[in-house]
Structures are given as C-alpha cells and as structure tokens.
C-alpha cells in the first residue's frame, strides 16, 4: 500500500483537502496529515515521522506550502505539489483538477522524481538548509 502525508496551506478551505482525501481513499492510498491541520479522520504526524512512514508527501497550497513541506520533512522523501488555486504555484506539478490523475500515475510506478535545488546557505554564523532560493535582507 502507498502511503502519503498531506501538507496542506494552513488556510486551505474544507472541501478541497476533502477532495485530496477523497482521491487518496479511492485508489487505496494509506494517508496521514500534518499536526497543522487537525482533521477527525486522519493519522497526525510531524514531517520527522512522516519522513519514515510515507512514500510520499503532497503539499496542499502554493510556492510557499510546497517549500514549508520539503523543510517539514527534511528533503528526505518526493513532494507532490498540488495548487490549491489560492496563490502563485510556479514549483506546483497539478491542481485540484489534476491531482486524480497524477495519483493514478503514482499508484501505477508511472512518475519520475525531479532533484530540485537544494544546497546550504551560511552567513555570519547562521546556517539552513535551502531550496529553490534563498534571500539575504538586513532586518526590518
């Protein structure tokens, strides 16, 4: 059985993380959600567990929910990136409308997992993990 973890944007609306379920539920997918986002019918877990109990992730969203996840999990398994049509999702692979079918490739070994950019950026003592870009601001 494939397993996914659900990330979704903090302020995702009911029905469309209903949708994510839904679509997991008829192909058989095993799923569990963030602690962000309590959800009566679903496992809660932390990216650290997550990481070693999912197959994969789907992050719910935008740009921003897809980033927060890969932190969440550390990078150490695929993310699906679904746009949740409330925000930019230039990183995102499918929508809402999409996502049955991208599950249906993932449930048939029809994907291929993308490297994105990752590397570590250091500055005056401070250190993290990065992905897709990082900026240096002076503080507000």
Do not use: C
């Not at 659900?6 to 949708?19: C, H, M, Q, S, V």
């Not at 999912?54 to 719910?60: K, L, S």
């Amino acid at each position: 059985m494939v397993r996914a973890w659900i990330y979704p944007r903090f302020n995702l609306a009911p029905e469309k993380l209903l949708r994510v379920v839904e679509a997991l539920r008829e192909l058989g997918f095993e799923a569990s959600i963030s602690f962000h986002y309590p959800h009566p019918h679903l496992p809660q877990m932390g990216g650290d567990q997550a990481s070693s109990w999912a197959d994969f992730a789907i992050a719910v969203g935008g740009d921003g929910t897809l980033l927060r996840a890969f932190h969440e999990v550390g990078g150490r398994i695929p993310l699906l990136g679904v746009n949740s049509g409330e925000s930019v999702g230039f990183l995102l692979e499918t929508d809402l409308e999409g996502l049955e079918q991208a599950l249906r490739s993932v449930a048939q070994g029809a994907y291929r997992v993308e490297e994105g950019l990752v590397g570590r950026a250091t500055a005056a003592g401070w250190s993290a993990q990065v992905a897709n870009d990082v900026a240096i601001a002076p503080p507000r």
